[in-house]
DNA sequence: ACTGTATGCGGAACAATGTTCCGTTCGCAA
DNA sequence: TTGCGAACGGAACATTGTTCCGCATACAGT
């Protein structure tokens, strides 16, 4: 690769991930081509998809999340463990406006980044309900790829009207967490 | 109001109400006019802002869920009525694409959507789960307006790759419900 | 150092869609 | 029957995703 094309991948790439921060993923192309000093023309060039920018900009924060798991599973009993994995999770989520909405918009612009999304944390979730189930500290098994899912849609913005989102997403994500522990 | 006008009004509600069925609630515009045999600009006046459409052409279907409470409060104890309405009510967001995502979408352009949502819809669940809350069915109170918010977000399509959506939605919201009566 | 070429660049051009505007039509009341 | 103002239709404009192509240039080979 020519160290011109590699400057610039870099340059969109850092320019993505603020304007990404700043307005969400469906931010248009052109102000993120723009903030990169770039035209789109090349943006395009370097990522065909837009989910392949997207994929690009929030692969290594999902590593981050995954790795994030081993040292919690040491450090806390196995339900804990769940739990504080999840709110690590949700954090992340959260933080990423759009991102929860891109990755269930069913169209396939996104399937390679929930392909990738999926691939890394399922496993991570299905060793931890386990090890939960296992240790009895949870009482229902899940499909890990649902529950993701469905923290993911959680941590989406806005609601009704009158609630502001500060806690919301949290506390419905624990309340799914406790429906892990009701009897039966 | 001429009687043209008003034949055009309905047109443009059976228009919407189909496309939306098909398509989601993100459906071109043109498509809607198209389909009712009428310009935009017809669409327009009647509906300056998209929500106006979206509203009108769900308000009766919101109303005919809040109506199904009293009679599923009579029907069944508190716990099980709010089981029941709920998943009511999950079926009702669930068949609308896009509906929940519209109500969430945080921008001002669905705000009366919402408000009418919340008006309608949150004292009726604050009344069912008042009521479980006194019949000790359940331990956990929660926001009405929460609750119903992130019911919404999670009947929206979609989630990470695998996951088919056929009950997906339920099997979620059941998990948020026995949530309410996890212990302590 | 020089040069030829393939790689990469920028942005104009195209397509889809939301929204506005205005000349024209037509329902309805006098 | 007639006149007016409400309502209509669709062209025109704005925004945004995506493609295409003429031009510039990094770099290998000499």
Redesign the interface.
């Known amino acids: 690769m020519r160290a011109d094309a590699q400057q610039n991948v870099d340059a969109l790439l850092e320019a993505a991930k603020t304007v990404f921060a700043e307005s969400g993923v469906d931010a248009p192309v052109r102000s993120i081509a723009e903030r990169a000093g770039v035209g789109v023309g090349t943006l395009y060039r370097h990522f065909p998809l837009r989910s392949d920018l997207i994929s690009a900009v929030f692969r290594r924060e999902m590593d981050a999340c995954v790795d994030a798991a081993p040292e919690i599973e040491a450090a806390y009993p196995a339900g804990e463990a769940l739990d504080r994995w999840i709110m690590r999770y949700t954090q992340f989520v959260a933080t990423k406006r759009g991102l929860a909405?891109a990755?269930?918009?069913?169209g396939a612009t996104y399937?390679p980044l929930?392909?990738y999304?999926?691939t890394r944390?399922?496993p991570t979730l299905r060793r931890l309900v386990d090890a939960a189930l296992a240790a009895g500290e949870i009482t229902?098994d899940?499909?890990p790829?649902?529950?993701?899912?469905?923290v993911?849609?959680?941590c989406?913005?806005?609601?009704?009207?009158?609630?502001e989102s500060a806690g919301?997403a949290e506390?419905?994500v624990?309340?799914?967490?406790?429906?892990?522990?009701?009897?039966s």
Chains 1, 2 share one sequence.
């Open positions: 909405a990755l269930h918009s069913g399937e929930a392909e999304f999926s944390l399922t229902h899940v499909d790829s649902e529950f993701l899912g469905a993911a849609n959680l989406q913005a806005g609601g009704p009207s009158g609630s919301r506390r419905m624990q309340l799914l967490l406790a429906g892990l522990r009701s009897g």
